[in-house]
């Protein structure tokens, strides 16, 4: 049993050793089989959702992502939708979003870019406040407070 | 008499070391260089070349010398100063800023370390989704390859990861040898458990809260990498944590007890590393029938890893990270590197030589990038 014992615990370090060893060489395809994995993909509370719908004017297109509720278990009551402005943003803008998809607009949103101030008007009671309006790589994103 | 006994221990002949590293020199230089040597950057080059050199002498002076901890420790500290100084290095260079924006979190490409790994558990298993605004895959510090280097470190290394892997670890164990006497004597090994509660903390916070607590409320290590742009009340509080959370565990109290306390009291993945201890192969080892109860490793281990309890029965505790300062203590070598399975005294060599080996090899590779950055970034003011 001793023997068996110290074979196994050989056996197991030099398994750590050739582990080790393969680590670095093989660490982006050892990367790339774990980002494959199905919970590898950022919370939608940090990636803002995915897109729902499109509006291309005038060289700029306007991306309302699909309302985000995630929470651990279902969903919370409060979330948020992101609009994003993307390619040639224009100094001033002024838009508005229909994030229900129900054909009328859920709110108004202005973005001064010059004096980097943000209207938010609510159209519906589900809206409730801006959390977050900034310039990005690619232009512009709002983020507005929604309720279920 | 002590050093006698202590210098016969491990130490190896200049010739018997030299070719103990000859393995090490020909991988880390197939690592440092891929293989071809590029001397068009004069800058980069010598880089490469005192990094290569760097590594190589430690790795050469441990097998000479017989003694781990102090040479592990130059290459731990050199580690956490310059991975520090690639990513601020990094964040300004991309951001003009020590600081992230909304921006950058609205487009995760905030930079992904392993001590957001314990938040992630629980909401990775209940959203199938990763709570942190970063890249999963490609771009500066993604999250996938950071997973894969501590999930195999610490599969192989157990808590060793605290000592030869952790790019934070070498700020507290630098200020805790700052000093050469501790000024406080006393601490409670009750306080060892701390990172359990802090673990258990904020797993559940950001479980409920979705958000990755730990690094957005309390990580004392923002203070020297990145942190949220002080725009509210909210943001300076946090700002304010992390700084002071960095002077008292980081900078104070490693001064003035010669312990790693933020290793020892405050990291949630420290906890989760001990528990890995249970299934790594390589240990720390007791030889009772050598062992005369000095006990002057109880008083070195920087991570309360040894009590009297534990000499007594024979074995350390799963707290350790398997750092070599008791081992280099001990006066009578009853302490050494083990593997498990094999009894106490028995097998040391190969097993040092074998932990040496992997341990080494792994914090070689994975700090030569940020020394390389480092160096470059420094030598490019010459050239």
């Known amino acids: ?148 | 008499m002590d050093k006698v006994l202590t210098d016969a221990g491990m130490k190896k002949s200049f010739g018997k070391a030299l070719l103990y590293t000859l393995p090490m020199l020909l991988i880390t230089f197939m690592f440092i260089s891929g293989g071809r040597p590029d001397f068009s950057n004069p800058a980069t080059s010598l880089a490469m070349m005192i990094t290569f050199l760097l590594v190589n002498v430690l790795y050469f002076m441990m097998h000479y010398s017989g003694k781990t901890d102090q040479y592990r420790a130059i290459l731990f500290i050199i580690f956490a100063i310059s991975l520090s100084f690639t990513l601020i290095s990094n964040m300004i260079a991309t951001r003009n800023s020590m600081s992230f924006s909304q921006a950058d979190i609205l487009e995760c490409k905030i930079p992904f370390c392993h001590l957001v790994i314990p938040m992630m558990i629980l909401p990775a298993a209940f959203t199938q989704s990763i709570i942190f605004p970063g890249s999963i895959i490609g771009g500066f510090a993604s999250i996938a390859p950071m997973i894969v280097l501590w999930l195999v470190a610490t599969l192989v290394l157990g808590r060793g990861f605290c000592s030869w892997g952790c790019f934070y670890g070498g700020w507290d164990d630098g200020f805790s040898r700052v000093r050469k006497k501790r000024t406080i004597t006393r601490i409670n090994e009750i306080w060892k458990w701390m990172p359990f509660a802090v673990l258990i903390l904020v797993s559940l916070t950001a479980a409920l809260t979705l958000l990755p607590t730990y690094c957005s409320w309390i990580c004392p290590f923002k203070a020297v990498t990145e942190f949220e742009k002080v725009t509210s009340v909210e943001s300076a509080a946090k700002a304010g944590v992390f700084v002071s959370l960095f002077a008292g565990f980081v900078v104070v109290l490693p001064v003035m007890t010669r312990k790693r306390t933020q290793c020892s009291f405050l990291c949630p993945l420290g906890a989760v590393n001990t528990l890995s201890n249970k299934v790594t192969p390589f240990t720390v080892k007791i030889d009772k029938t050598a062992c005369n109860e000095c006990f002057k490793c109880v008083q070195a281990c920087p991570l309360f890893a040894i009590s009297r309890d534990n000499i007594r029965k024979g074995e350390v505790s799963v707290f350790c990270s398997k750092c070599g300062k008791c081992v280099d203590t001990c006066p009578n070598n009853a302490i050494h590197y083990g593997i498990k399975g094999v009894p106490a005294g028995t097998m040391k060599y190969f097993s040092r030589n074998l932990f040496l080996f992997v341990s080494f090899l792994f914090i070689a590779v994975f700090s030569a990038g940020s020394i390389i950055n480092s160096l470059n970034s420094f030598l490019k003011l010459f050239f």
């Open chain 1, 1 to 148: 049993m001793k023997k068996v014992k110290i074979i196994a615990g050989v056996t197991w370090a030099l398994a750590g050793m050739i582990l080790i060893i393969i680590l670095f060489p093989f660490l982006n395809s050892f990367s790339s089989s774990v980002a494959k994995l199905p919970f590898m993909k950022i919370n939608a509370n940090y990636s803002g959702g995915a897109a729902a719908s499109e509006i291309i004017a005038e060289g700029c297109t306007i991306v309302v992502r699909k309302p985000v509720f995630d929470g651990l278990i279902g969903e919370r009551k409060n979330g948020f939708v992101q609009v994003d402005w993307r390619g040639n943003v224009a100094e001033k803008m002024s838009d508005s979003i229909d994030y229900d998809l129900d054909g009328a607009p859920d709110f108004l949103v202005q973005v001064d870019r010059s004096s980097i101030k943000t209207l938010l008007v609510p159209l519906n009671p589900m809206v409730t406040d801006l959390k977050t309006s900034t310039q990005t790589s690619y232009g512009w994103a709002v983020r507005v407070g929604i309720k279920k």
